[in-house]
Each structure stands twice: as structure tokens, then as C-alpha cells.
């Protein structure tokens, strides 16, 4: 589905063996909604300047319920910023 919320969830997909998906997650406090069919997606962290060295040491976590004949099982996943190197943009 196109980026839903919290109180939305998007219809359940249905895999096959051997079926893979690739899908797309941010927090929903990191879209916006410009106009219709059109987002902007706000990275999670700074990534420009000399603060992008403060995500140092940050984690940041994904939850992901599985539901296998019908038993439920929840994979948590969480990560931690061990190296920052800021990007290199130019305002033109």
C-alpha cells in the first residue's frame, strides 16, 4: 500500500513459498503528503553537517508481526549508528 498509519493497517500480503516482498517503512511522523499520490519522505536523521555526528550511538527499531499457520510471531529488529560520515551537499 501507498504509506498508511497507524490507525490503517494495509491489507495483509500473502506469500507463497519461495516468494519473496520488498517493501518500503519510515515513521509516519517522517511523511508528509504534498498533494495527492505525492510524498515527502524526511530522513530519519541529520545527514548534512557537523550535528550529523550527534546520530552517533543512536538505535532506531522495527517490529514486523508474522502470521505462519496461523500462529503470530514478532521479529524485532534494532539498529545502532556506530559510524557518521555527513554528506557532502551544496545549497545552489
Not at 515527502?40 to 548534512?48: D, H, Q, R, S, T
Not at 543512536?58 to 556506530?82: H, M, S
Amino acid at each position: 500500500s501507498i504509506f498508511t498509519d497507524k490507525r490503517n493497517d494495509p491489507d495483509p500480503s500473502e506469500l507463497g513459498a519461495g516468494e519473496v516482498v520488498t517493501d518500503f517503512i519510515a515513521p509516519v511522523d517522517n511523511v508528509e503528503k504534498l498533494e495527492e499520490w505525492t510524498w515527502y519522505v524526511y530522513p530519519m536523521f541529520n545527514l548534512k553537517d557537523e550535528r550529523a555526528y550527534e546520530n552517533r550511538g543512536k538505535t532506531l527499531g522495527v517490529d514486523l508481526p508474522i502470521q505462519a499457520n496461523e500462529k503470530w510471531k514478532v521479529y524485532a529488529f534494532r539498529f545502532k549508528v556506530t559510524s557518521v560520515i555527513p554528506s557532502l551537499q551544496h545549497a545552489y
